[in-house]
């Protein structure tokens, strides 16, 4: 797996509301992004509601810059992907979130500076803007496109952060007991299947021993260990002590 390398800027085109542009900042720090940028801002700047809306990002607020025009903003940046709702003409490539966030990864792993830029709350960007993009990007939404800046940056952040980790899809917690051995798993089948046949489970007869092999192959796919034969076993020596005493 190719290193994170550094993380790419947000840039903020246009954006109307200080609380967006918190909650924005907000979304980097989730997912170690921290170089925020904004073009000709909507709002008064420094904004105290997105210091509030920040809640602890409040540092990427401090250090972010503002820049007059998208040029200016964009100029030092070899990577630049623009998201949008829908897709543009103008644009080569059409990405989804992670396959941007694989590019941008790529990128990045050969020292090359990326970007990400985001249009205003109102509008999105311009096809100006877009065009100064090598692709776009486009998250996938359930027929209403619409989405808050702060969800869009988080859900870009995310996929960027995603693209670097190494954590299984799937973890199981370790476990010091033993595999069940033969003599526990042949115990366990006869004290089930004794029981079973008392309360008259195993019929007809004539079914009795399909039915046996079918659930000792059902039990024997649980790969149990030894800690979980005797957890079985206490469970049947209680369950048919409760029926002798009367319990429903």
Same mark, same amino acid.
């Given at each position: 797996?190719?290193?994170? %390398? ?9 954006? !109307?509301?200080?609380?967006?542009? %918190?909650?924005? =900042?907000?979304?980097?720090?989730? $997912? ?9 801002? +909507? ?7 997105? +210091? ?5 990002? %409040? ?9 007059? /025009? ?9 990577? &630049?992907?623009?998201? *949008? =709702?829908?897709?543009?003409? &103008? ?15 790529? =990128? =990045? @792993? ?30 996938? *939404? @359930? ?7 702060? !969800? @869009? &940056? ?9 693209? @670097? /980790?190494? *954590?299984?899809?799937? #973890?199981?917690? #370790? ?13 366990? $089948?006869?004290?089930?299947? !004794?029981?079973? /046949?008392?309360?008259? $489970? ?9 039915? &046996?092999?079918?659930? #000792? ?8 260990? /030894? ?19 009367? +319990?429903?």
């Amino acid at each position: 797996m190719p290193p994170l %390398g550094r993380a790419p800027a947000v840039i903020l085109s246009s954006p !109307q509301m200080g609380e967006n542009i %918190g909650a924005a =900042a907000r979304a980097m720090a989730n $997912f170690g992004l921290s170089e925020m940028r904004l073009i000709a801002p +909507k709002t008064e700047w420094p904004n105290e509601r997105a +210091k509030v809306l920040a809640s602890g990002a %409040g540092g990427i607020l401090e250090a972010a810059t503002v820049y007059p /025009d998208p040029p200016s903003a964009l100029a030092d940046f070899g990577l &630049v992907l623009a998201t *949008t =709702a829908r897709g543009r003409d &103008v644009l080569r490539d059409i990405l989804t979130p992670a396959e941007g966030a694989a590019r941008l990864r790529a =990128a =990045a @792993a050969q020292g090359i500076r990326t970007a990400v830029l985001f249009g205003g709350e109102r509008a999105g960007l311009t096809n100006d803007e877009m065009s100064l993009a090598e692709a776009a990007i486009t998250i996938p *939404t @359930a027929g209403f496109s619409s989405l808050n800046l702060g !969800q @869009a &940056v988080l859900l870009i952040g995310y996929e960027w952060l995603k693209a @670097a /980790d190494a *954590t299984p899809a799937t #973890r199981t917690r #370790r476990t010091t007991a033993k595999p069940a051995s033969r003599a526990e798993l042949l115990g366990l $089948f006869e004290h089930l299947e !004794q029981e079973l /046949d008392a309360a008259q $489970f195993l019929f007809p007869p004539e079914k009795k021993q399909t039915m &046996v092999r079918n659930m #000792r192959a059902m039990i024997l796919r649980f790969q149990l260990n /030894d800690q979980e034969v005797r957890t079985i076993r206490g469970m049947i020596v209680a369950l048919v002590k409760n029926k002798f005493r009367g +319990k429903p």
